[in-house]
């Protein structure tokens, strides 16, 4: 087992930062639109920010994991729906260019027309094997990033002609992932939602579609077909950067905020500010301490699970465990960050503003089911062998 180095891009980085005053000016306007504005989606494909986790050879950046968690948690400090769509287009093309077949890969990422790829993976479609590939039904929900994306990924069972459902050969239920192209998908809108309201996480439907076979991959036994030793890591680990990124961002976020807002804002019937109150000072001392222990533990985490990926070929069984403890620790410990802010804030966390906002997105992503009870049950599970 390596224990692995955290090294960061800070070139790529430094793209990232550098959207943050766009994102923020647009961050009202995409929450009325219910998803990212074009200007913004148009300057985050400038910087490349969809095809960050896309293997070299066809037009990624393949950066590292480390590297892929900063960009996330650097996107979603500026605005958390934001960082969250990225996420979720970034992990999605990148399983679209690391597991699908030859012929898909490159028609997806076409040079000069790299795709965008969104949607619900989890299995709440079907897929009946035809000749060459499948028929696909499903309704789904919750597709983050999909009103700018090329191809949506949608989640099934696999069927066999009477609709029962299969098995693979490991004995575990078949499940595939497929991809299709966002002109073959009914879009049904239904993200009337407290939090996240701007990543455009959009209900759809597919319809008895056929979809060739190398447009898809099984779920639980996909086989990384080209990029290079970083992405032995495997597809779960790669999400939990998503999301670990996205708590980290928008906890500090706030806390940055409350910080600020404490040195001039005073409580009716206050005499001082709140900086000056003792229990403030106590308060905030603990959350910040909290969220710095939680990045430490996220970024040592996915640091060791990708350095013993990259030199063995995959990540061990407590290590991936502990990423995604990590990630619902983190995810704990931002939302925890946001409840002081809001309350510390009085009516200028009530009102519309970047608190408030925080407050929705971290609790809208507490409700993910990457982030649930579970995750920490196996980790548990794990230390105890």
């Known amino acids: 087992m390596t224990t692995g180095t955290i090294a960061i891009d800070e070139a790529l980085l430094d793209r990232a930062r550098a959207l943050a005053p766009l994102i923020e000016a647009e961050a009202d306007v995409a929450e009325r639109e219910n998803t990212t504005t074009q200007v913004v989606v148009d300057a985050l494909a400038g910087a ?10 066809l037009g990624g950046l ?19 729906s934001t960082g969250w769509s990225v996420m979720a ?32 993976l989890g299995p709440v479609g079907t897929a009946r094997r035809v000749e060459g590939g499948y028929r696909v039904s499903g ?49 049904r809108g239904n993200w009337d939602v407290l939090g996240l309201t701007s990543t455009g996480s959009f209900d759809y439907v597919i319809d008895d579609v056929y979809v060739p ?14 990029g290079g030793s970083g ?30 807002l404490a040195k001039t804002r005073v409580r009716m019937a206050g005499f001082t500010t709140i900086a000056a109150d003792p229990i403030f000072q106590y308060e905030l001392a603990t959350h910040d301490c909290a969220l710095r ?24 069984h407590l290590q991936q465990q502990r990423l995604r403890a990590a990630t619902t620790y983190a995810t704990r410990v931002a939302a925890d960050a946001s409840r002081f802010a809001y309350t510390w804030a009085g009516s200028a966390g009530l ?22 009870n579970n995750t920490l049950n196996g980790y548990g599970q794990a230390l105890l062998g």
């Open 139 to 187: 309704h789904y929900q919750f597709g983050s990033g999909c009103a700018h994306a090329s191809f949506i990924g949608a989640g099934t069972v696999e069927v066999d002609a009477d609709g029962a459902p299969l098995t693979a050969e490991s004995g575990l239920p078949a499940m595939r992932i497929v991809l299709v192209p966002r002109d073959a998908v009914e879009f």
């Open 89 to 120: 287009n970034a992990t999605s093309s990148c399983f679209a260019a690391i597991y699908t077949g030859e012929t898909a890969a490159h028609e997806m990422f076409a040079a000069g027309v790299r795709g965008i790829h969104a949607g619900m």
């Open 293 to 316: 222990a939680a990045k430490a533990l996220v970024y040592e985490s996915f640091a060791a699970a990708d350095g013993t990926a990259r030199a063995d070929g995959a990540a061990t």
């Open 351 to 372: 009102r519309p503003g970047v608190i408030q906002r925080c407050f929705r997105d971290l609790h809208a992503g507490t409700q993910h089911i990457y982030v649930e």
């Open 48 to 57: 490349e920010m969809f095809w960050a986790l896309v293997p070299r050879a």
């Open 62 to 80: 393949e950066t590292d994991l480390c590297t892929a968690l900063a960009l996330f948690e650097e996107l979603s400090r500026a605005d958390g």
């Open 213 to 226: 076979e190398e447009f898809t991959y099984s779920l639980l036994e996909h086989v990384q077909l080209r």
């Open 231 to 260: 992405f032995a890591v495997g597809l779960f680990a790669i999400t939990a950067a998503g999301h670990a990124g996205f708590a980290l961002g928008v906890g500090r976020r706030v806390l940055d905020e409350i910080v600020e």
